[in-house]
């Protein structure tokens, strides 16, 4: 029965292309010690068996959980895949996991007691993690940035060190702000800035994810410029989706002149950048737009115009850079290589 010191959770489990591992991910949910809780398994349109590794991980689950397992008929992309689950659940607090991550048992129970014993006041919880590699061994307890006394102010002058994988939202907060916007790729920082909008963040220091490495964020190589490029484009509209929602979600909170006074750099140069690959622009409007974008970085301005307007010179280098790049370095968290 749910009652106030037991609320109704909601597991989400996004998955995509993980169906090497996402059996481990399903189990870890099912195997939650939290009641009463619903467990939302989603598979992004995958297009490997990540899907029919998941029915096979539930079939036969008799437990106290209610289960759906559902599949996108077109892949929505991570910001997106959540807040289609977010609007699909109806818990009050909301617990993120990802279909290559491992979630410990009792990691429900922690975060309820945690968010309860804040008056259920906090919008957004991060516990830490322990750090696994593809095989499952952990190596090391990766410690979140303490968020209990971060504002919206300090936000905007630094980001806070934190992984989506790990955090627990509050159902308000998509009642309030709505779904995130399709395109941005990491939803972890779109989140915490809702929640510093709102009831404020919390840090619990306990590891209760397995947080694997070489998942989708890990860093790719890049063999030449043309993959650079692509990659460098494909990574900036993210970019600019994600400060797109911040703008949206401070008019919300009649907060937009101090937000955008405090992310127009970053607008400038994620729009100096799509600018600069744009495969119509002709070399005229480059030259232009550089010139123009006096308030972006002249190194970033230079590499983009090299890379654009002279990739004869570039390319070689980077194919060069790949081909002897040290393979051992840290991964898309900085987290040291093994």
């Known amino acids: 029965m749910v009652n106030a010191e037991?609320?109704?959770?909601?597991?989400?489990?996004?998955?995509?292309?993980?169906?090497?591992v996402v059996g481990d991910a399903v189990r870890a949910a099912l195997a939650q010690t939290y009641s009463p809780m619903e467990i939302l398994i989603?598979?992004?349109?995958?297009?490997?068996?990540?899907?029919?590794?998941i029915q096979q991980a539930v079939q036969g689950y008799r437990g106290p959980h209610h289960i759906t397992v559902r599949r996108n008929s077109e892949n929505l992309g991570i910001s997106a895949h959540f807040s289609q689950l977010a609007q699909l659940a109806q818990g009050e607090l909301l617990i993120?996991?990802?279909?290559?991550?491992?979630?410990?048992?009792?990691?429900?129970?922690?975060?309820?007691?945690?968010?309860?014993?804040?008056?259920?006041?906090?919008?957004?919880?991060?516990?830490?993690?322990?750090?696994?590699?593809?095989?499952?061994?952990?190596?090391a307890v990766l410690t979140h940035t303490h968020l209990d006394d971060w504002s919206?102010?300090?936000?905007?002058?630094?980001?806070?060190?934190?992984?989506?994988?790990?955090?627990?939202?509050?159902?308000?907060?998509?009642?309030r702000f709505g779904p995130m916007q399709r395109g941005a790729e990491a939803e972890d920082q779109i989140m915490l800035l809702r929640a510093l909008l709102s009831g404020g963040a919390t840090t619990l220091h306990e590891p209760l994810v397995r947080w694997r490495r070489g998942g989708l964020s890990a860093k790719r190589r890049v063999p030449d410029l043309a993959t650079l490029r692509a990659a460098m484009a494909r990574g900036n509209r993210a970019t600019l989706s994600a400060?797109?929602?911040?703008?949206?979600?401070?008019?919300?909170?009649?907060?937009?002149d101090l937000i955008k006074a405090a992310l127009r750099s970053e607008l400038a140069r994620a729009q100096y950048t799509a600018a600069m690959l744009d495969p119509e622009a002709s070399a005229?409007?480059?030259?232009?737009?550089?010139?123009?974008?006096?308030d972006v970085a002249l190194g970033l301005r230079l590499r983009l115009l090299g890379y654009t307007r002279l990739p004869w010179l570039y390319d070689p280098?980077?194919?060069?850079?790949?081909?002897?790049?040290?393979?051992?370095?840290p991964d898309a968290a900085n987290r040291p290589a093994l």
């Not at 703008?247 to 937009?256: K, M, P, R």
């Not at 280098?317 to 370095?329: D, E, F, P, V």
């Open 6 to 20: 037991r609320p109704l959770v909601s597991m989400l489990l996004a998955c995509y292309g993980q169906a090497d």
């Open 42 to 53: 989603s598979d992004d349109a995958s297009p490997d068996a990540t899907f029919e590794r």
């Open 96 to 139: 993120v996991a990802a279909g290559d991550d491992i979630s410990e048992p009792q990691r429900g129970e922690r975060l309820v007691a945690h968010w309860l014993s804040h008056g259920k006041k906090p919008d957004l919880i991060a516990s830490d993690l322990l750090d696994i590699d593809a095989q499952g061994q952990v190596h």
């Open 152 to 175: 919206v102010a300090r936000w905007l002058q630094a980001r806070p060190w934190l992984v989506g994988a790990s955090h627990a939202w509050s159902k308000r907060l998509f009642d």
């Open 243 to 256: 400060l797109q929602q911040h703008l949206t979600d401070a008019a919300i909170c009649n907060q937009s």
């Open 284 to 294: 005229k409007n480059a030259w232009q737009t550089f010139v123009g974008a006096s």
């Open 317 to 329: 280098l980077i194919r060069l850079k790949a081909k002897w790049k040290i393979s051992r370095h």
